[in-house]
């Protein structure tokens, strides 16, 4: 088997005159957990629709593990998909919903499933029309995390899930990596997204702006660094490569942001009394800030 779970090359979806996914590639080896960003409009949901075989690309191809996105019929065998609007079939339980995915999708661990269903506090006796949006997400969920599927695709997975349940869903991506399984996610919450993913893909105006570790992330931003000392400041700090925003906070400390590494600050910093250092580095939300702030993505 293919050693990326997902490949694209060169992908483009036109609807008319809008351009929502621009000439992308990427690829997701089997084994990661791989986080898709990008602000409303981005082209995530569209990439999406391309990798499942849901939407033709307009150019470009992409591969679910050694199969053609759009030959469906293969491709869904190796896939489960969460997508960011679950539809159930009204007039079914949670139970027999459960029970159908397993029997048609691609292999279930029914005890897995079971102990999913008891961890998102699922009551699967009722009928899936009196569900909430929550209680739909999580039924699709459990069915998904139970597969044996090698690759999880999963579209804001997690939107109308209360903070306890956000944690289930968090350990259970963690047992999904441990399986060895790949999982693609999509998502707004950033904190999620940093806690889980290995990597993640920037999508701004259906362009990839970034693909990086989420350390890798943190090194290209700027962290914050704080200094308390005794007697005079460091000297030349000003002058430090990747240092920028140098500003005397009160009596003995110091604060500068910092881009790159920080062994040149470390050495002007020595010269000082040093009696405290702190760096902050940024989260994601605060790099996710960066690449889109003032500008409009569109
Ligand atoms: N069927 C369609 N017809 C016309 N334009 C479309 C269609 N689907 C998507 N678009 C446009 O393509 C662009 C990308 O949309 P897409 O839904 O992929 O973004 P997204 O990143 O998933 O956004 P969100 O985070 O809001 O879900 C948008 O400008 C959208 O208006």
């Not at 005159?17 to 997701?28: M, P």
């Not at 027999?96 to 029997?103: D, K, N, T």
């Not at 010269?271 to 994601?284: D, F, G, K, Q």
Request: hydrophobic content about 45%; overall charge negative.
């Amino acid at each position: 088997m293919n050693a990326s779970a997902l490949r694209a090359v060169n992908l483009t979806k036109k609807y008319g005159r809008v351009t929502a996914v621009d000439d992308l590639s990427f690829e997701v080896p089997a084994g990661e957990v791989f986080g898709f960003l990008g602000p409303n409009g981005a082209g995530k949901s569209t990439t999406i629709r391309m990798l499942l075989g849901l939407a033709r690309p307009t150019g470009g191809r992409a591969w679910v593990f050694d199969t053609d996105a759009a030959d469906v019929a293969v491709a869904h065998r190796l896939l489960a998909y969460v997508p960011a609007d679950v539809a159930l079939w009204p007039q079914l339980t949670g139970a027999e919903i459960l029970h159908l995915q397993a029997s048609t999708g691609p292999g279930t661990d029914l005890a897995y499933r079971d102990e999913l269903v008891e961890r998102f506090a699922l009551d699967t006796a009722k009928l899936s029309r009196t569900y909430s949006t929550g209680n739909r997400q999580k039924i699709a969920l459990v069915a998904a995390f139970a597969t044996r599927a090698p690759l999880l695709v999963m579209d804001e997975p997690t939107s109308g899930l209360d903070p306890l349940m956000e944690r289930e869903f968090r350990t259970a991506v963690a047992e999904a990596r441990e399986r060895g399984q790949t999982v693609f996610l999509s998502s707004h919450q950033l904190a999620e997204v940093e806690a889980v993913c290995d990597r993640v893909a920037i999508l701004r105006a259906g362009r990839l702006v970034e693909i990086a570790s989420i350390g890798q992330l943190r090194g290209l931003h700027r962290a914050e660094v704080t200094v308390s000392y005794t007697g005079a400041p460091p000297p030349g700090l000003d002058a430090i490569p990747g240092v920028d925003g140098v500003e005397l906070i009160g009596a003995g400390r110091v604060r500068f942001s910092l881009i790159g590494a920080p062994a040149p600050a470390l050495r002007a910093l020595a010269a000082a009394e040093v009696t405290a250092l702190a760096i902050r580095e940024p989260n994601l939300e605060e790099i996710f800030l960066e690449y889109y702030g003032a500008q409009d993505p569109r």
